[in-house]
């Protein structure tokens, strides 16, 4: 039985292989500013293009129109955490830190990353 040999990378001159592997990988990513209505999305050709707000956050759907949507929504409407949207947004907005407390249960984990 023969065991099978595998090509190695040829070696550049002077450069051996980790050095170029390094080199290939130790790039920074390059980050780009968002608007806060628009959100940049590669094309085809790799270009950044700007994709609006519509299609990031979809319009729910009417009421009455999609059971399962409606029974998700009637159940985070009875969280107690419901009651606070307002003043945990406002908060939030305002503080650089804010810390929320309440039960299990209550939609803290779920409910405010929704809000915001």
Same mark, same amino acid.
């Given at each position: 039985m023969t065991i099978p040999q595998f090509e190695?990378?040829?070696?550049?001159?002077? %450069?051996d292989r980790i050095e170029k592997w390094?080199?290939?990988?130790?790039?920074?990513?390059?980050?780009?500013k968002l608007d806060e209505d628009t959100?940049? /999305?590669?094309?085809?050709s790799g270009d950044m293009q700007p994709q609006p707000q519509e299609r990031r956050f979809p319009a729910p759907p009417p009421r009455g129109t999609?059971?399962?949507?409606?029974? #998700?929504?009637?159940?985070? %409407?009875?969280? #107690? #955490?419901?009651?606070?949207?307002?003043?945990i947004i406002d908060q939030v907005m305002s503080k650089p830190?804010? #810390?929320?407390?309440?039960? /299990?249960?209550?939609?803290?984990?779920?409910?405010?990353?929704q809000y915001l």
């Amino acid at each position: 039985m023969t065991i099978p040999q595998f090509e190695t990378m040829p070696e550049v001159a002077g %450069e051996d292989r980790i050095e170029k592997w390094s080199k290939m990988y130790a790039k920074k990513p390059t980050w780009k500013k968002l608007d806060e209505d628009t959100l940049h /999305t590669p094309n085809e050709s790799g270009d950044m293009q700007p994709q609006p707000q519509e299609r990031r956050f979809p319009a729910p759907p009417p009421r009455g129109t999609n059971p399962k949507y409606d029974r #998700i929504q009637a159940q985070r %409407e009875k969280l #107690i #955490i419901t009651e606070y949207k307002k003043l945990i947004i406002d908060q939030v907005m305002s503080k650089p830190v804010t #810390i929320l407390c309440g039960d /299990t249960g209550c939609g803290k984990s779920t409910q405010v990353a929704q809000y915001l």
